[in-house]
């Protein structure tokens, strides 16, 4: 089988919050939404060596060679100021690695002791369906990861065939429903919605689908309509399914987005029982 | 004798004493009249100086340090001394260990070991309700808080699952009292996910039970083993005479040469300095104090003298192998550095072929050696992280924690304990708690402690002190013995940094008179 290699944005070793039990987390760099409130807006997009963050670095610690299309990083220099994402037209990033199958196998061995599974997210993690499969199956082929749990957290913006790719391997997926009307969804994220909500039904379907997240967004996505829409759909789901509301939260979001209303605890609750008087009893995160 | 009025009356005056508190120190006072148990020179120097620290046992022992009773044989038999018949159901049950309980001897004047409750009580069940069991156990629970009110009074449940372990756990949370500490027995064969989930549950509220690797702790032991005080591993039916400690970084800091020398010379003669000390304290014990002929847990077989051994301990290991790699030309510190974890690895490895090629009299439990023991300090210990742990804050990840100090959990057969700290968001996900403990133990770990930020209990060196008690003990003085051990030690050693619990002891109080 060919190699295949992704752009891995970070690894964080030990997460309680991405499932159940304590997971290895994977985030892939790339993302086909482009959500206002994003926390870490420089995993959306992919580098194209134009060395603005080189340039603005205020201790030199990046080069970027273009015909290689490499970056040098100084560790020891750089102070982690984020000025270099910060000014990164693209959104993205100088950090991210690009990692083999193998390079991921290797981390996770080093701790498979002390996890109930990984949990691949992004970014959208689903761009990179085939090496997701790639992985999955070195993972369920391996004596000593065959037992993780796999957990796939994804915006759904995707077409069946890529779920399909990697459903037979995984436990399960989470996903987030932005809004439920085409128009709000685009406000929100910059584009439409169709996909994902085909992909929640499909995934409803299949029986893989674990969780679904609503980001409240006041103003935007609490209007009545909006409201009683995603709850029918979340009615229609599996009663398995874990509904959740998660707060929007302005830490890390862009300077431009600062416009933006991070709700407050009565807000959240309002919000809930609007959702109750609905039909539907939601988790708050 | 015009000193030891003075100390009597500073006893009698203190208004932050109570009447049995008083009691305990005139004890004391009393005990220090009397000639240290013969030990050389350079010995007795070395403990006026506290490189040898014998943990405030006072002079003349005239009791082990800690006894295990075996309440199974004591139920099963009763006690002609107590007049005690064997119990025939589950208050009476409750009953007999209440009564024994007070009358089993230690250092802090409260016996150390509560026994494995559940396999204790659970003969006794009956038909009786789950609810029925819930309410007595409750006033149990009560009674030992109240009536032994020192944080080394511990209790052990498991490994296997059951009521009464359940209904334990219940209570603990519910009643969120810092007596008695307790452990769980943790067996992956024998111990269910669900017993092991609501043990955590339990650490998120009242920060106790330990969890103890329970099929490598009991490889250790002839029969059947308990873990008292703090994380002290020891026989039941027998226990430990005496538990002495070396300062790792005083015989550092007084060490002149090289590092080859250390091995080679210091950390040698200080260890059989150690060791003599040990077998002048046993020897006393056993021959002038006679204790195992005259004391009726000996004399019934509720103790046996051949079930006992004694305590090899040590502490500032963390400071020594910064100081030696100093020294060395590598200024790297313990915990976050591999060949300083190698070199405190070596010392450990080192310690414990010293420890195992003296053979002692009255060690019979452990085939005439001393148990090594990691000792979790004590609150004078401010310049000295406990035992073998990494100092308060210096902690690197929890994977890289649990992969420098799992490599040497082997030796410890008296016991160890790594402090660990989780986020309060952890109580939203007890199941990663469940993974990240049986990583530990396949890593090789003996105990697993640990805490959550910002809990009203306060974990100090092994045992709880609740921090309302230590706000209004520097206030008016504590019903705990151990909260001004506790107050001391958050004074001295940055716990409060480390989002500790807190307990009592009487250990430091009683030399302070």
């Not at chain 1, 000025?83 to 959104?91: A, D």
């Not at chain 2, 008083?22 to 009249?33: C, D, P, V």
């Not at chain 2, 007795?44 to 506290?50: D, G, P, V, Y």
């Not at chain 2, 027995?185 to 043990?199: F, G, I, N, P, R």
Request: include cysteine.
């Amino acid at each position: 089988m060919r190699e295949l290699r992704a752009n891995i944005s970070g690894i964080i070793k030990s997460s309680v919050i991405d499932g159940p039990g304590n997971r290895m987390v994977i985030f892939f760099q790339a993302c086909n939404l482009n959500c206002m409130y994003c926390h870490n807006s420089h995993t959306i997009g992919l580098c194209n060596y134009c060395e603005i963050c080189a340039t603005a670095c205020p201790t030199q610690s990046l080069a970027i060679d273009k015909e290689k299309k490499q970056i040098f990083h100084n560790d020891v220099t750089c102070t982690h100021c984020d000025t270099c994402l910060k000014v990164c037209p693209e959104n993205s990033s100088p950090f991210y690695k690009s990692m083999s199958v193998n390079d991921l196998i290797s981390e996770i061995l080093e701790i498979k002791d002390f996890i109930s599974g990984i949990t691949v997210s992004g970014g959208e993690v689903m761009l990179q369906a085939k090496f997701l499969e790639q992985l999955f199956i070195s993972i369920r082929n391996h004596t000593e990861l065959k037992a993780l749990s796999i957990l796939i957290d994804s915006n759904g913006n995707v077409d069946q065939n890529r779920w399909e790719t990697v459903l037979d391997w995984v436990d399960g997926f989470m996903i987030d429903i932005k809004a439920y009307s085409p128009d709000i969804h685009k406000q929100i994220t910059g584009f439409s919605n169709e996909k994902i909500l085909k992909s929640i039904h499909y995934l409803n379907l299949k029986g893989k689908l674990k969780e679904l997240r609503l980001v409240f967004v006041p103003t935007y996505n609490d209007s009545d309509e909006e409201i009683k829409k995603i709850t029918d759909l979340m009615k229609r789901l599996s009663p398995e399914v874990k509904k959740v509301l998660i707060k929007m939260r302005k830490h890390g979001i862009r300077e431009k987005y600062n416009f933006l209303n991070e709700p407050s605890l009565d807000e959240m609750k309002a919000v809930l029982n609007r959702f109750e008087t609905a039909g539907l009893n939601l988790l708050i995160i | 004798m015009e000193d030891i009025k003075n100390r009597v009356l500073e006893v009698l005056t203190d208004g932050n004493l109570d009447y049995k508190q008083k009691k305990h120190h005139l004890a004391y006072i009393a005990e220090s009249t009397q000639a240290y148990p013969k030990v050389s020179a350079e010995a007795m120097e070395a403990l006026s100086e506290k490189v040898i620290c014998d943990l405030f046992e006072g002079s003349a022992p005239y009791r082990p340090r800690y006894i295990l009773p075996d309440y199974k044989l004591a139920l099963i038999r009763g006690i002609k001394y107590l007049e005690l018949d064997p119990p025939t159901d589950f208050d009476e049950a409750i009953n007999f260990l209440s009564i024994l309980y007070s009358h089993v001897p230690s250092i802090t004047g409260y016996s150390v070991y509560l026994g494995s409750i559940d396999q204790l009580l659970l003969p006794y069940v009956g038909d009786l309700t789950e609810e029925a069991i819930y309410k007595k156990l409750k006033l149990f629970w009560r009674y030992i808080d109240r009536c032994l009110p020192d944080a080394f009074v511990h209790a052990n449940i498991g490994p296997e699952d059951n009521i009464i372990a359940r209904s334990i756990l219940k209570i603990e949370r519910e009643f969120k009292q810092v007596v008695p500490n307790l452990t769980l027995k943790y067996d992956t064969e024998k111990t269910s996910d669900d017993l092991l989930e609501e043990a955590v549950k339990t650490v998120f509220e009242v920060a106790k039970p330990h969890i103890a690797n329970h099929k490598m702790t009991a490889a250790d032991f002839k029969g059947n083993y308990g873990v008292v005080s703090c994380y002290n591993s020891l026989p039941e039916g027998g226990g430990s005479h005496t538990l002495i400690r070396l300062n790792l970084k005083k015989i550092s800091d007084a060490h002149k040469g090289n590092l080859e020398t250390f091995f080679s010379n210091t950390l040698p003669k200080y260890c059989l300095m150690t060791l003599d000390v040990i077998e002048a304290r046993m020897k006393y014990l056993v021959e002038t104090v006679k204790y195992f002929e005259t004391d009726f847990l000996a004399q019934e077989g509720i103790i046996k003298l051949e079930n006992f051994s004694a305590m090899f301990g040590f502490y500032g290991l963390a400071e020594c192998v910064n100081l030696l790699m100093k020294n060395n030309g590598q200024d790297y510190p313990y915990g976050q550095n591999d060949e300083a974890n190698q070199l405190g690895h070596r010392i450990l490895e080192e310690m414990k072929k010293l420890v195992d090629s003296r053979q002692l009299p009255y060690c019979e439990a452990n085939n005439g050696k001393a148990f090594f023991h990691s000792q979790s300090g004590i609150d004078i210990d401010i310049e000295e992280t406990a035992g073998a742990r990494i100092p308060i804050g210096e902690e690197p990840d929890i994977y890289s924690h649990i992969n420098t100090v799992a490599p040497h959990h082997h030796l410890f057969n008296g016991g160890i304990s790594d402090i660990f700290h989780f986020d309060e968001t952890i109580k939203r996900n007890p199941l990663a708690v469940l993974d990240i403990i049986k990583g530990a133990f396949k890593k090789g770990m003996r105990m697993f402690t640990f805490n959550l930020s910002d809990s009203e209990f306060i974990r100090i060196t092994g045992y709880l002190v609740r921090r309302s008690d230590l706000k209004e003990f520097r206030e008016e003085g504590s019903r705990y013995g151990s909260t001004l051990f506790a107050a001391n030690s958050m004074d001295n050693a940055d716990v409060d940094k480390r989002i500790a619990k807190r307990v009592n002891s009487h250990e430091r109080t009683a030399s302070q008179y």
